[in-house]
């Protein structure tokens, strides 16, 4: 049909089909452009590839030596500043400590394949050999060529370092790498004059070689002595400060060469082809283009129809043909969308505006009637934002044939935002948009209205964070919402568009499960929270991660009412909470009796410290070596007068959790300090430290009030403390520690090598002191490692300067073993168990009694 006037042509057919012929032959042109480049990247590539396979195999054979190097240098480390080994090695040579025991003897060889073992003195002349596992006499400087005394030099200088020194000499003409060290009681001692060196000597020899080659896939690998710059790669030369330059030589598999002989055939053979392709494409395009231009010069008319009426109008005026595709739309129409109108016309009206196309049928039938209403629709205008309008139409016609439709179309979005914003604050959380505690009590009792059964059940999961308030204390609440924001997010990706997300407020929230057919499936949805929640998330470039704890109740089963379950639902989240945190717990009857207990243990615990109901216990503590008392951790106990005598672990929890541990620990240490004071004047006490003292900021305040009121001087008292409190806040935590070293107390971390980063907390915070955790001691009497753990962990106390104590000592052989290890100090049932002040008292006048007996007859 022809609803507008025609206008002035603007082109002709012969400006498209010219346009159409350069934009084709541009195209052949980039076409053989991109396989021309094709072919030289490919050319580029292979070769870049060979390249790069000799730079990767030179750095494997540098890797390699370099790893070879350090385990033969870390053993000659571990050797040379052993005390033992200086002990039995400087003055005369104990062979039979040495070689018939195995410490430095046989076992290099066939452990480390190392061919030489020698121990020279300061003139270099050999006082002990082991050549291929075997004792002999040879002296190394007939054995090997090389400098000898240049490298005994180098072990000199390195030594005051912890270091050792190393050069490549040959042995029977193959090159071979001699490492030495001196031979020190410790890292104090700086006389080398009269010091013995500890040699290891390392040929490589082509079994050797040949290992590395398997190892690292350096085909034909072969060490020759010198340096040969003539060389073809792949090569490494390997040159130390003293001795001569060895150079590593293997083979080179050339894998881009092969790639290159193999597809570039292939790529000329497709290149040929998409010519072919390309130049019937063309012919193509250009016969298209002539019929375009046919039709375009039939289109290319100027309308001007109700221009000025449309101009006036608020609403945008639109026009289509008999299909409803759009042949005009008004000026207003891009004012008030932003959507361009050539974009649009003659596309179907149905694709700009959602709406039943059938109603626009009926309404333009009912033309002008009072009948006719406006079709709701939708459509969605520039940047892809969503506007909600009512469409008018009527239907132009030609007697009684249909020539198109004409109408208006009213934008009334904003009235049904206000809308849609009214209701969703009235049912949703404004922070995360959540539903809030009205919308889940009434998806709650509908669910329990429509009737539920073993097949039909709902679960109710009362979620409450962990770790969030330190995020809040450390970053602002800013950051705290955001959390909130990304844990809801969290919460939506695990759930299923039948179940309901609410957040009640702070930071708990709450999942109506309504798919879960059994407690099983409940498992799966609760642990799916967990590890999504416990991905971490980046604020202000700082990565922080919560965790959870879940609280599951089931309807029917466990209640039938809205409030019921969500009571519930909190009962099981404490369990989990109480359980350890980050786990989950379903609701049962048992956990009632539980809050009731622990509340009245709660009131208990209150009542117990007015009537002072708690009692120091001290476990003494000795030297290892000579069981010399040192002193004595202080453990509290609490004689309830109907439970009897507790222990801290059926009440520390509780007083952690409800803010008692503050007014306890006070206590406790004021206590213990006054109780040390009746000791004399260098034993110390030891009181542990609650996790919960160090999110405070008044801990280093309290223990300087406590030294202050009872005199103890501050290098007597030993503040205990757990992995757990460098976990939570790893910066506040040493700010804390710091200042309470300026006191001049001393610090002990407890329960050591249980936490997976204890190590690096050691170089980081000020300890004095480590504590063994008893489970290695309990395995000291039949376990190796355990005897192997427990000497690395005293031997690295020792390196930093700090005292070893070991707990849990129940047998005489653990304590001889420890001995041996030379572990500082020890404590445990075996020395003894945790007794009151007074009977302590007494142990300490015995002690001093004896001690002071000893020296008088010693004199």
């Known amino acids: ?78 050797y040379a500043f052993w005390y033992d080994a200086y002990k039995y090695m400087h003055d005369a040579i104990d062979t039979a400590w040495a070689y018939e025991g195995d410490n430095i003897g046989p076992s290099l060889f066939s452990t480390y394949g190392l061919d030489g073992v020698f121990v020279l003195g300061p003139d270099a002349t050999t006082r002990y050999g082991v050549i291929n596992g075997a004792l002999g006499d040879t002296p190394a400087t007939d054995w090997i060529t090389g400098d000898i005394p240049a490298l005994l030099q180098e072990a000199r200088d390195k030594s ?27 890292n104090s001692f700086d006389d080398f004059t009269a010091l013995s060196y500890l040699v290891y000597v390392d040929v490589l020899t082509e079994a050797k070689l040949k290992v590395i080659d398997q190892a690292f896939d350096l085909d034909n690998l072969k060490a020759t002595l010198g340096n040969l710059p003539d060389a073809s790669s792949p090569k490494l030369t390997l040159q130390a400060k003293v001795g001569a330059p060895v150079t590593l030589q293997w083979n080179s598999e050339d894998l881009g060469l092969s790639l290159l002989k193999t597809y570039l055939p292939l790529l000329f053979l497709v290149g040929v082809l998409v010519a072919v392709l390309v130049c019937w494409l063309r012919k193509r395009v250009l016969h298209a283009t002539h019929m375009i231009d046919a039709a375009q010069q039939a289109l290319q008319i100027s309308e001007q129809r109700f221009k000025n009426i449309s101009e006036a109008s608020s609403d945008w005026i639109w026009e289509t043909d008999s299909e409803q595709n759009l042949t005009y739309l008004s000026d207003r129409f891009c004012q008030l969308t932003g959507l361009p109108r050539e974009q649009w016309l003659g596309r179907p009206l149905f694709e700009l505006l959602a709406y039943d196309t059938r109603l626009l049928a009926v309404s333009a039938e009912l033309g002008a009637s009072n009948a006719r209403r406006p079709i709701p629709c939708e459509m969605n205008a520039a940047n892809d934002s969503l506007r909600y309008c009512q469409l008018s139409a009527r239907a132009v016609r030609s007697g009684a044939q249909l020539l198109g439709f004409q109408g208006t179309v009213c934008d009334i979005t904003e009235e049904i935002e206000a809308k849609a914003r009214i209701e969703h604050i009235s049912q949703h959380d404004a922070l995360t948009g959540l539903a809030n505690r009205h919308r889940l009590n009434h998806f709650i009792n509908s669910r329990l209205s429509e009737g539920l059964n073993a097949d039909r059940p709902v679960y109710l999961l009362a979620l409450d964070l962990d770790r969030f308030k330190p995020i809040n204390d450390a970053f602002g609440h800013a950051a705290g919402d955001l959390v909130l924001r990304e844990i809801a997010n969290a919460l939506n990706s695990c759930t299923r568009s039948t179940d309901l997300v609410a957040r009640l407020g702070g930071d708990e929230f709450v999942v109506v499960a309504t798919d879960c057919k059994s407690p099983e499936q409940a498992e799966g949805l609760c642990q799916r929270l967990i590890d999504r929640i416990n991905q971490p998330i980046t604020i202000a470039g700082n990565e922080v991660s919560v965790g959870t704890s879940i609280g599951v109740v089931c309807a029917p089963f466990d209640g039938i009412t809205g409030e019921d379950l969500l009571r519930y639902a909190d009962i099981a989240l404490y369990e989990a909470k109480s359980s350890g945190r980050n786990m989950f717990r379903f609701y049962e009857p048992a956990m009632n009796e539980r809050i009731m207990e622990r509340r009245q243990l709660e009131i208990d615990m209150r009542h117990a410290l007015r009537r002072r109901e708690f009692r120091l216990d001290f476990q003494p503590r000795y030297e290892a070596a000579g069981q010399h008392l040192v002193g004595a951790e202080a453990l509290v106990r609490w004689h309830h007068p109907t439970k009897g005598l507790l222990p801290p672990d059926s009440f520390i929890q509780l007083a952690e959790e409800t803010g008692l541990i503050i007014e306890l620990s006070d206590w406790v240490m004021q206590e213990a300090c006054m109780n040390a004071l009746t000791w004399g004047d260098t034993m110390m006490v030891s009181v542990n430290l609650s996790s919960v003292e160090f999110q405070r900021n008044d801990l280093v305040e309290r223990v300087a009030a406590a030294l202050k009121i009872t005199g103890l001087s501050p290098e007597r008292l030993e503040l205990e403390i757990t992995e757990s409190v460098m976990l939570e806040d790893a910066a506040a935590a040493l700010i804390t520690m710091n200042q309470l070293k300026a006191l001049g107390v001393r610090l002990s971390m407890d329960d050591f090598g249980t936490g997976y980063s204890s190590l690096s907390y050691l170089r980081t915070y000020p300890f004095d002191g480590i504590k063994i955790d008893r489970s290695f001691i309990s395995g000291l009497d039949h376990s190796q490692s355990s005897e192997a753990i427990v000497h690395a962990i005293v031997s690295m106390g020792h390196a930093l300067s700090l005292t070893v104590t070991a707990e849990g000592i129940e047998t005489v052989t653990q304590l001889g073993k420890l001995t041996e290890l030379a572990c500082d100090q020890a404590q445990g049932f075996y020395l003894g168990r945790p007794i009151a002040s007074e009977p302590f008292k007494r142990v300490v006048s015995e002690h001093q009694a004896q001690a002071t007996h000893r020296a008088t007859a010693g004199r």
């Open 1 to 78: 049909m022809t609803l507008h006037t025609a206008a002035n042509p603007v082109s002709s057919s012969a400006g498209y089909t010219a346009i159409t012929r350069k934009a084709s032959l541009s195209f052949v042109y980039v076409v053989a452009a991109l396989f021309i480049t094709a072919g030289l990247a490919l050319v580029y590539l292979c070769l870049a590839l060979d390249e790069h396979q000799v730079s990767h195999s030179e750095t494997d054979a540098a890797r390699a030596m370099e790893s070879r190097q350090d385990k033969i240098g870390t053993a000659l480390a571990d």
């Open 160 to 186: 005051a370092d912890d270091a050792i020194a190393y050069a490549y000499f040959s042995v029977a003409g193959v090159p071979a790498v001699m490492s030495a060290a001196v031979m020190r009681p410790d």
